[in-house]
């Protein structure tokens, strides 16, 4: 099984992604999603942006390498009655089910960074785009201080290091990098702008808690107890976690967690 596969379906996602729904809906209106779009959700978990994208009126798809997530992606469409908005499983280094030029938007919200072959995901997510069309990705910040980037610092701390030949996925957070990327991919720098934008996690449960829920079912901080706990050093991960999110809380209150994290937005015109 592809390795991505495996650290995406080891935990259970959709228990992060359910905090981030407002973030995700506000993000979709923020890209100019309308009715009638062709979308394309790359790397898309159970439609933190697939869903509110098709409740637009967008023809939406959705991929993702997670089996897992796709079963749970199609469950909330078919909920909501949304006919126009489908999950499949695909990887964003080769979509190879999928026609050239054919989605007015490709969009992958800190989905496709995760992909470990970054000049491959370009081209593909500019190869199913439409002429005139545009990708958008968001992808976390190496070194930033905000919560996901730090997580995954700390995680990669206590977990042994990664292959020779490994891609940081951090690394799609540099705009010198997404412009090589792309670049090899056909598209001139001017044609991609960049911002910073705010993803914000809310929920009704106490910091630690929503550290636990991280530590259960999010792959990489996963595979980082695992580690610690062979080396005898779980409850350090633990405590360092948790002074992170304690620490970050916004929301005034022990019993519930209010916590942004700042991402590079990317916008490329095709």
Not at 102 to 107: A, G, N
Not at 111 to 123: H, I, L, Q, S, Y
Request: hydrophobic share 40%; net charge neutral; aromatic share 8%.
């Amino acid at each position: 099984m592809n390795a991505n596969q495996v650290l995406w379906e080891k935990g259970d996602f959709t228990r992060i992604a359910e905090t981030m729904r407002q973030s995700g809906e506000q993000l979709v209106h923020r890209i100019g999603i309308k009715k009638g779009m062709k979308v394309l959700d790359v790397g898309c978990g159970d439609g933190t942006t697939a869903i509110p994208a098709a409740r637009l009126g967008a023809d939406v798809l959705g991929v993702d390498i997670a089996r897992n997530l796709v079963t749970a992606g199609n469950r909330r469409a078919q909920a909501e009655k949304l006919s126009n908005c489908r999950f499949v499983e695909g990887d964003a280094c080769n979509l190879q089910a999928i026609a050239d030029g054919e989605f007015d938007v490709t969009m992958s919200i800190f989905g496709a960074m995760f992909a470990p072959k970054p000049f491959e995901v370009a081209r593909e997510l500019v190869r199913v785009t439409k002429n005139g069309g545009k990708v958008i990705m968001g992808n976390w910040i190496p070194n930033d201080p905000t919560l996901v980037a730090q997580i995954l610092r700390i995680s990669s701390a206590y977990t042994p290091p990664p292959p020779e030949g490994f891609i940081s996925p951090m690394t799609w957070g540099i705009p010198d990098n997404v412009a090589q990327r792309f670049g090899e991919a056909g598209v001139q720098p001017q044609q991609i702008t960049y911002t910073r934008e705010t993803f914000t996690f809310d929920v009704p449960i106490a910091p630690p808690a929503f550290m636990n829920r991280f530590k259960m079912f999010y792959g990489p901080t996963m595979n980082a107890f695992e580690a610690a706990e062979k080396n005898g050093r779980d409850r350090e991960l633990a405590d360092e976690l948790k002074t992170l999110f304690v620490s970050q809380n916004k929301s005034g209150r022990d019993d519930a967690t209010t916590i942004d994290a700042t991402f590079l937005l990317v916008s490329v015109g095709v």
